[in-house]
């Protein structure tokens, strides 16, 4: 069994770090450097960039006044929905990423979560608890069929979704950790609520870091920061040693050695140098690193067979058409690509929006 495994819970260590560390200097600095509100809020940085707009006294935007007090509301609730949950289903409840990374920051507050992430034995059986206490469905069912968690649920009259777990969400062409290992390594949690655990420290960063990966590899500052703050203080030989247990050693240096450029003057590592630059100027990637952060991270996080099988595959739709779109069409996309090569995704998207109407 993987050394992180243990038949009783045991207790981490502290959660927050007494004073500010250069983690959080270099987090200022990135929020510094922006020159977007909006690519603030796409790396998930914007509740530190509104404290840190007062402490430097620049104007925070009401858009951001408006995410803090949502953020204050959700941290003030987490503890009383897991409450409700853990009364609902006796067996065990997990707790991964959100409150449980927020304890990490400075001020909880300023780490943004929509949700609350809850592995469990079988995630069927929990649902059915909940439903059963005054738990409601939230969204559509038919968006959760075969994912790593089922439909999300909501206390009456509370804005917090609970998504509970069969599996983490992990890298594409990597063995996911079996849920038995998973919750048989589990520790007592940071959020006072009693019978809610956590992930041992050490499984905890590899879960962010695969999370990151199976949504866009290197692809948000808050990922990182993120990751940062668990690993803060942590044994690298022994994060090592996790990552090869579970067979993600490339993909976990490569973010590592990344998170350690940003936020602890590491060596600059070649994914940040090949597709990850928009992380250091804390902006949204441009059309072009959002092509490239497709097609190069399977050569940084799987073997070269499985990296070429997934080039393949990603080649193959980006340059096949979109449904029955005419060829002339899709050449006509690809054109606007190369002409807006160096403009924020988001910016060009837009401009496509437009020509559409």
């Given at each position: 069994m993987a050394s992180w495994a243990h038949n009783e819970p045991r207790r981490p260590g502290p959660v927050r770090p007494a004073a500010p560390t250069g983690l959080w200097e270099s987090v200022d600095a990135l929020i510094d450097r922006a020159t977007r509100v909006g690519?603030?809020?796409?790396?998930?940085?914007?509740?530190?960039?509104?404290?840190?707009?007062?402490?430097?006294?620049?104007?925070?935007?009401?858009d951001l006044r408006e995410a803090e007090r949502q953020a204050a509301i959700f941290t003030l609730v987490a503890p009383i929905v897991l409450q409700?949950?853990?009364?609902?289903?006796?067996?065990t409840m997990v707790l991964m990423k959100g409150p449980e990374i927020a304890c990490k920051y400075p001020?909880?507050?300023?780490?943004p979560?929509?949700?609350?992430?809850?592995?469990?034995?079988d995630a069927a059986e929990a649902q059915r608890a909940l439903?059963?206490?005054?738990?409601v469905p939230a969204g559509s069912p038919e968006r959760y069929r075969d994912l790593h968690h089922v439909q999300p649920l909501q206390w009456p009259g509370n804005p917090l979704n609970v998504e509970l777990h069969d599996r983490p969400k992990w890298i594409e062409g990597l063995p996911a950790p079996s849920r038995a290992q998973l919750l048989a390594?589990?520790?007592?949690?940071?959020?006072?609520?009693?019978?809610?655990?956590?992930?041992?420290?050490?499984?905890?960063?590899m879960a962010i870091a695969a999370h990151s990966w199976a949504h866009a590899p290197l692809g948000r500052l808050g990922h990182l920061v993120d990751l940062a703050a668990v690993t803060e203080g942590l044994d690298r030989a022994e994060l090592e040693r996790t990552a090869g247990e579970l067979d993600m050693r490339k993909a976990w240096r490569t973010t590592i050695g990344v998170t350690d450029a940003l936020f602890a003057d590491g060596p600059r590592p070649r994914a940040l140098r090949l597709w990850a630059r928009?992380?250091?100027?804390?902006?949204?990637?441009?059309?072009?690193?959002?092509?490239?952060?497709?097609?190069?991270?399977?050569w940084f996080a799987l073997s070269p067979g499985k990296a070429l099988r997934a080039n393949a595959f990603t080649l193959s739709r980006e340059l096949g058409r979109l449904g029955d779109e005419p060829w002339t069409q899709k050449l006509r996309r690809t054109a606007r690509a190369f002409r807006h090569a160096t403009r924020r995704l988001s910016d060009h998207q837009r401009t496509l929006g437009e020509e559409g109407r």
């Open positions: 690519d603030l809020r796409f790396h998930r940085l914007h509740l530190l960039a509104a404290e840190r707009f007062r402490e430097t006294g620049k104007l925070v935007p009401r409700k949950a853990r009364e609902a289903y006796d067996r001020d909880p507050m300023r780490r979560f929509g949700d609350l992430d809850l592995l469990v034995p439903l059963a206490a005054g738990f390594g589990a520790v007592v949690g940071s959020t006072g609520v009693p019978g809610i655990l956590a992930l041992p420290p050490e499984l905890h960063a928009s992380l250091e100027a804390a902006r949204e990637r441009t059309v072009l690193e959002s092509h490239l952060g497709r097609w190069l991270p399977p």
